[in-house]
């Protein structure tokens, strides 16, 4: 059950092996043993305890003591053989701690499943094999020196798998066997500085914290080098390092940023350094020659791989598999080899300048060449076959591609996306089992040769710059062209020269498009396919002349044969079928098309060319999309010939619009239900019939024209609803326009020009969507059906409803409802003239446009309540029985109002009219009694409401307060107009302010100028006028026979461009103009009974003479007047007369020098002075009598009087 004892030495082994019971061992004394020792199978020993013991002569072995704990052997300094510690199910710790040399190998392995510690702290010398393994899911504590396990000697492998070893270093020279480190959680280091060989493999692999890997004098690697997931790894040398028997293998350490490899010329099998290593900065592979398997170094994504490489870049005089080079710095790659025996794939290494494998004769996979914006040429002259697909695409500055023999490609050949690629060379290329794309739109190509090309497995695409940079093509001995035996796909050639002749001899069908553009010296296209899968697109071939199809029973896709100058005949006698549109069109010489067979079109028909004579269209029924037909020779007086069955062209399935035009065509009708789109006829001068039983609705225009010779039926009729618009102008023929079950209109309405039509019925439309139009270019329009119309329009300002007839021609006769037009929705302008219409309205919500509303013989009223605007211009002229127009909602006029010559109209009510863009007018109404302007405040242009109106008892307009032009309110003596509120106060005024025969009782304003006259004149109820800030009057200002008035003051204004004339204003007792400096007119103060006091005291000079003679200044009888005085007036061009002023008691003009005309001061009981100062001239005579109180006159400077004094 136990050993133990005092001895202090074993001369011998200890050799302790299958003891059932034995529990411990325990020589606490002993320190040297000379032999070895072994514990073995036993199975409940837990601790062999030798704490003493220094010295071993021999190995030390513990292996299957399943409960084993503790092995203390912790002064040990030499061991003469190995240590083996294994399979200990339990054991917890091994202490070697003293341990220093051992001459064997060392193993504690992971069949050790808990074991904890292991304490190894002197260890520095290992005669054999170093292995330290610790379980999985477990990591061991080794116990090292305080600078880790650091080994002066090591005779075999070094292994180190799951433990928490935080430095390796060593000063061996070689190791025979591996270095091997596995998950070592705590390891930071590896510096093996003097190690030269290795005869296995090197692996590093799962630290989390090791940061430098050191080998930086080793020569060869046995086997692999394998450096993996390290997440902290910084940099990784092996500097010396010339071969590796193996493979190369660094993936997955996170922060490797560098691996020093200048050395390596030799690497066995493959080379991986790839971007699994994402700051992986630089890789320096100077001396690398030959590689066994395949390179692959690829930089990661966003980042540039510096590869160190020899010379100016790689090369290779082996290589045993594929080359993957993506984001590196390599500059070139070349090869000495003679097979690539995988692929070759160099993308996004933006340095790399060229490719080329000079003796290279088969790529075993494919060849990729991609992204590589330096790269200006890819060789491999000696290549015949690449096993896989060719791609080399997007390398922006590549100039040449030569694969100049290889013969086949079993894959496809992309040479796109570069845009200066120039040349591709792959003369000898016959069979390629893919698709072939060569150039770009708008790249550079100039020069491509393909002399042999015969078999392409799917789409063979062929692409030149553009029309003014067309690739040359090379196909061999004229006239060669391109002649393909087997093309799955289809075929595109654009922007060519120098293919005379493109042709498919097999006969089973062509498996994709037909696609011919821009290819100039293409002269003979012969497609031999039984069918098209794709579709035809041909066009812009200049020197096109014959395209044959003659077998081809259905093509899968649309068909368009377009500008091709010289091409006669397009000849597709066989298709019944064509799966897209077919667009034949400004072919300029064709002059037949054949399209006998084709019964079904499964997209939009269009043919025009000028040249066409004969279109076969003798079965179509079918087109999936709009059929349009124009016969361009027109003008030359030849119609298109269209070969049609005798029951002329009858479809069964239309799925857009019709539009025929300049065709020899008799009948044109059909089954159809409807016509999704327009319905246009133009030009068809033997045109008969055109008979769909069965439409019911049009979703475009009917549209019949004459702009071209035409015979058109002189009725035309549909039911349903229509749209978007419906047209009939300029036609010479059509009589009647007749609609009579369309109910809707989804757009316009357009009917004009028409020099024979006189009746036009929609009469159960309800709704035009757009605008409807009907007016006066229609000579002799005479009937409008227009009976359910309730909407016209649909957005903003689209929506125009015009009946026009003309001044001077019958009146057009509109019929509506028994109310009249009640108008629900209206969105544009509202036009009628010279028509019958009796009467309009309806809950229209805002007029978009202009009202405009003349010449309607019987229109009675026109009443909009709800509309909250009108957008453009009120016209309402000429209307002779119309007695109302009422709008009372509207706020705004966008243009101007005018109400003229209406014989009977009684009221015009714009209730709440805030605003008028333009004028407004009123005049001419003979028994217009009322005008409602309640709220209107501002007006664009000019305001007129004047006398022509000979009974206007009302205008309210009582905030008026800006005019934009002149201010014409006009009654009559007889008729003095009631203009209601309180008065107006003008802040703008752009004209005139003339106001006569009004109740106006006050007008005032902030207005700065008067540009015109003011001329207020027998306004019953005006009590004063007041302009403060007025500074100038252009013209005249004159207020006569206003009764109540007793103030007129424009205290600013300095000039005056007329006369002023205060005459017969009983009431008025101030006048001021004290500013006023400069008149042009005359002065006119008469018969103001109760005139106090005018002032003029800046007047300086007056130009005028009485009346109407400028330059007078007469005052007289005027009852309250108290003094005349103008003390800055230098001259009077005319007489002065003061008379009958039964209190003036002063007439002073001190400053006055010159007086063209008399003096006469005469009858002023009160007068007491008379001063002329300064006189010295006088035209006229001096008159001064009977002035009852006159105390002193002075004309102290008076040389001469022409008259009597």
Request: proline share 4%.
């Amino acid at each position: 059950p136990s050993l133990a004892g005092s001895i202090t030495k074993i001369t011998g082994v200890i050799d302790i092996d299958g003891n059932t019971l034995l529990t411990s061992v325990n020589f606490p004394k002993v320190k040297t043993v000379t032999s070895y020792i072994r514990f073995v199978n036993n199975p409940v020993v837990t601790v062999v305890s030798l704490p003493a013991v220094t010295i071993i002569g021999g190995f030390v072995r513990f292996d299957t003591n399943p409960k084993l704990v503790t092995i203390n052997l912790t002064k040990v300094t030499t061991l003469a053989g190995y240590v083996h510690v294994c399979d200990n199910d339990v054991l917890d710790e091994a202490d070697f701690n003293s341990l220093v040399t051992v001459d064997g190998y060392f193993l504690v392995d992971a069949s050790n499943p808990v074991l904890r510690v292991l304490s190894i702290r002197a260890l520095t010398s290992v005669g054999g094999y170093l292995h330290i393994v610790g379980a999985p899911g477990r990591i061991v504590t080794v116990n090292t020196s305080p600078t880790g396990l650091v080994l002066t000697g090591l005779g075999g492998t070094l292994r180190i798998h799951r433990t928490s070893v935080p430095r390796i270093a060593g000063t061996f020279t070689n190791v025979d066997g591996d270095i091997d480190l596995f998950t070592n959680p705590s390891l930071t280091e590896c510096d093996l500085s003097k190690v030269k060989t290795v005869t296995g493999f090197v692996r590093f692999e799962d630290h989390a914290v090791l940061v430098r890997i050191n080998v930086p004098a080793v020569t060869t690697i046995g086997k692999y080098l394998f450096i993996d997931r390290n997440l902290k790894l910084d940099i990784v040398i092996f500097k010396s390092l010339v071969s590796i028997a193996e493979y190369f293998h660094v993936t997955n350490n996170t922060l490797v940023d560098n691996i020093n490899c200048i050395a390596l010329v030799n690497v066995g099998g493959y080379l991986l350094v790839d971007d699994t290593n994402p700051v992986l900065a630089v890789l320096n592979l100077n001396g690398l020659r030959n590689v066994g398997g395949y390179v692959k170094i690829v930089g990661a994504a966003g980042r540039v791989l510096s590869v160190v490489t020899p010379g100016t870049g790689f090369t290779l005089d082996t290589l045993g598999g594929y080359l993957h080079i993506v984001r590196t710095s390599v500059p070139s790659i070349t090869g000495l080899f003679t097979e690539i025996a995988g692929y070759v794939e160099c993308s996004e290494n933006p340095d790399l300048v060229s490719i080329t494998f000079p003796a290279a004769t088969v790529i075993r996979g494919h060849l990729h060449i991609v992204s590589n914006p330096k790269i200006t040429l890819v060789r491999f002259p000696l290549v015949t076959v690449v096993e896989s697909y060719v791609r080399i695409t997007t390398n922006i500055v590549l100039v040449e591609i030569d694969l100049r023999v290889v013969t086949h490609i079993q894959g496809y050949l992309d040479c796109t996306g570069s845009p200066a690629l120039e040349t591709v060379r792959v003369r000898a290329l016959e069979i390629v089992d893919g698709y072939v794309s060569i150039g770009d739109v708008d790249g550079a190509l100039s020069l491509v040769t393909i002399a042999a090309i015969r078999s392409v497995g799917g789409t063979f695409r062929l692409i030149g710059g553009n029309a003014g940079s067309r690739v040359v093509v090379d196909t061999g001995a004229t006239p060669r062209g391109l002649v393909f035996d087997v093309l799955g796909g289809g075929a595109i050639l654009r922007h060519t020269t120098g293919i005379p002749v493109f042709t498919t001899t097999f006969a089973g069908p062509f498996n994709g498009e037909c696609d011919l553009l821009n290819n100039h010296g293409l002269k003979t296209v012969t497609v031999g396919a039984s069918g098209i899968a794709g579709y035809v697109d041909v066009a812009s071939n200049p020197d096109l002349t014959s395209y044959a199809c003659g077998a081809c029973a259905s093509i899968g896709g649309h068909v368009t044969f377009k500008d091709n100058a010289l091409l006669d005949l397009i000849n597709l006698p066989q298709v019944t079928e064509i799966g897209g549109h077919c667009d034949i069109v400004d072919n300029a010489v064709v002059r037949e098309v054949d399209l006998r067979a084709v019964v079904v079109i499964k997209g939009y028909f269009r043919v025009s060319n000028p040249a066409l004579r004969i279109l076969h269209i003798v079965a179509l029924v079918e087109v999936h999309g709009y059929a349009t037909i124009i016969g361009t020779r027109v003008a030359a007086g030849t119609l298109l010939d269209v070969r049609v069955p005798a029951a002329g062209l009858q479809f069964t399935r239309l799925d857009g619009s019709l539009l025929i035009r300049g065709t020899n065509l008799v009948k044109v009708g059909g089954s159809i239900p409807a016509i999704a789109g327009d319905c246009g006829l133009y030009g068809n001068t033997l045109l008969q019939d055109v008979v769909f039983p069965a439409v019911t609705s049009v979703t475009g225009y009917v549209r019949v024209t004459n702009y071209h010779p035409d015979v058109i039926p002189t009725t035309l009729r549909t039911n349903g609803v229509v749209g978007p618009y419906f047209q009939v102008h300029h036609t010479t023929t059509v009589v009647r326009f007749e609609f009579p079950a369309v109910v809707e209109i989804q757009s316009v309405l357009y009917v004009v020009e028409n020099t024979v039509l006189t009746h036009v019925d929609v009469r159960a439309c309800q709704t035009v969507g757009g605008y409807a139009v009907i007016d006066a270019t229609n000579p002799v329009l005479a009937h409008v059906y227009v009976n359910a119309l309730t909407s016209v329009g649909g957005a903003v300002s689209d929506g125009d409803l015009i009946i026009n007839g003309a001044s001077g021609r019958p009146i057009v006769s509109v019929y509506t409802g028994p109310s009249g037009l009640n108008l629900g929705v209206l969105t544009g302008a509202l036009d009628f003239r010279y028509t019958t219409i009796p009467s309009i309205g309806g809950a229209v919500a805002r007029f978009f446009n202009r009202v405009y509303l003349e010449g309607n013989t019987h229109l009675v009223t026109v009443n909009f309540p709800s509309a909250d605007q009108i957008g453009g211009d009120a016209h309402i002229c000429d209307n002779p029985l119309l007695e109302t127009v009422v709008i009372p909602a509207a706020a705004s006029v966008g243009g101007y109002v005018v109400v003229v010559r209406n014989a009977v109209i009684t009221r015009v009510r714009f209730n709440a009219v805030v605003t008028v863009a333009g004028h407004v007018n009123v005049i001419d109404n003979p028994l217009l009694a009322i005008i409602d302007l309640p709220v209107l405040t501002t007006v664009g242009g000019y305001f007129r409401v004047d006398e022509t109106n000979p009974v206007v008892a009302t205008l309210n307009a009582p905030v008026l307060a800006s005019v934009g032009g002149y201010l014409r309110v006009v009654g009559s003596p007889t008729n003095v107009i009631d203009w209601t509120g309180t008065g107006i106060n003008l802040v703008g005024l752009g004209g005139d302010c003339f106001i006569h025969h009004t109740t106006l009782p006050s007008l005032a304003g902030s207005i700065t100028k008067i540009t015109g006259v003011i001329d207020i004149d027998g306004n019953t109820l005006l009590t004063s006028v007041n302009f403060p800030k007025v500074k100038t009057v252009t013209s005249y200002i004159r207020f006569v026979n206003n009764p109540v008035v007793t103030v007129v003051s424009l205290p600013a204004v300095t000039i005056i461009g007329g006369f002023v004339r205060f005459d017969t204003n009983p009431k008025l007792v101030t006048i001021n103009l004290t500013k006023v400096t400069t008149l042009a007119g005359y002065v006119h103060v008469c018969d103001n009974d109760v005139l106090d006091e005018a002032d003029f005291n800046s007047l300086v000079t007056v130009d005028g003479y009485f009346l109407k003679i400028p330059g007078v200044i007469d005052i007289d009888g005027n009852t309250l007047l108290t003094s005349v005085n103008f003390p800055k007036v230098i001259t009077v061009i005319s007489y002065v007369r003061v008379v009958n002023n039964p209190i003036v008691t002063v007439v002073s003009i001190p400053g006055v020098t010159s007086i063209g005309g008399y003096v006469h001061v005469a009858d002023n009981p009160k007068l007491a002075t008379v001063t002329f100062t300064k006189v010295t001239t006088l035209a006229g005579y001096v008159h001064v009598c009977d002035n009852l109180v006159l105390d002193a006159v002075d004309f102290n400077a008076l040389v001469t009087v022409d008259g009597y004094f």
